[in-house]
């Protein structure tokens, strides 16, 4: 069994703005795979996939950004899933917006979520899937910037990296992350 976690935070206050990007790619990969967000539990809604005989859950924790290891580690738990089958897609302020940047570890690079995830499962080696949204404009507060929306000029790049996104996704439920990785970046 495989876990696909999109960070970001519930409600219609949210959708559309950077920092539910996570949200946004894995809404796009239950409408090109076809399954449904029909389970609620562990603090989120998620969904399962079967590829090949293989069960693969996708997780939007509800639990708002911050604190989203309060839902990914129960899950995880629960369904006995192992570090090297998690894969955590999120929104990064330190790439150009619509870059994606696949990883096996790393520091949470001030990213709330994420820190949360590190301190949830004991580890900041998971896989992830990065997504670019850019810095914000000088004067501008990053909260105000990740909960805002997309500029104009930055719909077509950040509907790719949703695409590209969902592709990696894909292509991990039959290859090794690191092979993904290397495809990807």
């Given at each position: 069994m495989k876990l696909v976690v999109g960070l970001g935070n519930p409600g219609a206050k949210y959708a559309g703005t950077r920092h539910n990007i996570g949200f946004d790619i894995l809404d796009h990969s239950s409408q090109d795979l076809g399954f449904s967000f029909d389970q609620?539990?562990?603090?989120?809604?998620?969904?399962?996939y079967i590829h090949k005989g293989e069960k693969i859950l996708f997780l939007k924790p509800l639990t708002y950004m911050n604190l989203s290891g309060e839902s990914v580690a129960p899950l995880m738990k629960y369904?006995?899933?192992?570090?090297?089958d998690l894969v955590v897609v999120y929104d990064d302020l330190d790439l150009?917006?619509?870059k994606?940047?696949?990883?096996?570890?790393?520091s949470a690079g001030g990213h709330n979520g994420i820190k949360s995830l590190i301190s949830h499962l004991g580890t900041n080696e998971f896989n992830?899937?990065?997504?670019?949204?850019?810095?914000?404009?000088?004067?501008?507060?990053?909260?105000?910037?990740?909960l805002g929306g997309y500029r104009p000029e930055e719909k077509e790049a950040?509907?790719?990296?949703?695409?590209?996104?969902?592709?990696?996704?894909?292509?991990?439920f039959d290859k090794p992350f690191l092979e993904v990785m290397n495809a990807f970046n």
């Open positions: 609620s539990k562990f603090k989120g809604v998620y969904g399962t369904f006995q899933i192992p570090l090297e150009p917006a619509g994606i940047r696949l990883r096996q570890k790393g992830r899937i990065r997504v670019g949204i850019d810095r914000p404009q000088p004067g501008t507060q990053v909260v105000h910037y990740v950040i509907q790719d990296s949703i695409v590209q996104s969902s592709k990696a996704i894909e292509a991990w």
